[in-house]
């Protein structure tokens, strides 16, 4: 599996920022999808996850209720809308494929197997 993210750019504190990841390969609807980020000098970290079917998405508490991610697995595609984004949103954004098995999509970076180029975030107070 291949993953292109894009959609990045820089915004204004409570902007709205769609971001898009399209995948390659047939084996994608089999996938749990995840969008992770990193900041500079910080650890990558969780963002949200969805799972095969678009049934169940998991976020961090950091993006509850501002975030949504979803999916199309007719067009290979990921999704994550960013609403009243604040500037310590500001990283550089990874799709990721993977979580084989799981129920519930999984926060645990070492699970996803399959990871983007990444797309830059910046938000601006």
């Known amino acids: 599996v291949q993953l292109q993210a894009s959609g990045g750019g820089l915004v204004q504190a409570g902007a709205s920022l769609s971001l898009s990841c399209a995948a390659s390969?047939?084996?994608?609807?089999?996938?749990?999808m995840g969008w992770f980020r990193q900041a500079p000098g910080k650890e990558r970290e969780f963002v949200a996850a969805i799972n095969w079917s678009g049934g169940m998405t998991h976020y961090a508490d950091s993006v509850k209720g501002r975030f949504t991610i979803s999916r199309d697995n007719a067009k290979n595609t990921v999704h994550l809308q960013m609403n009243s984004l604040k500037p310590e949103d500001t990283a550089v954004y990874y799709c990721a494929a993977g979580g084989l098995g799981y129920m519930y999509p999984p926060s645990n970076a070492y699970v996803y197997d399959y990871w983007g180029q990444g797309t830059q975030v910046t938000v601006s107070s």
């Open positions: 390969g047939r084996t994608f609807s089999s996938y749990v």
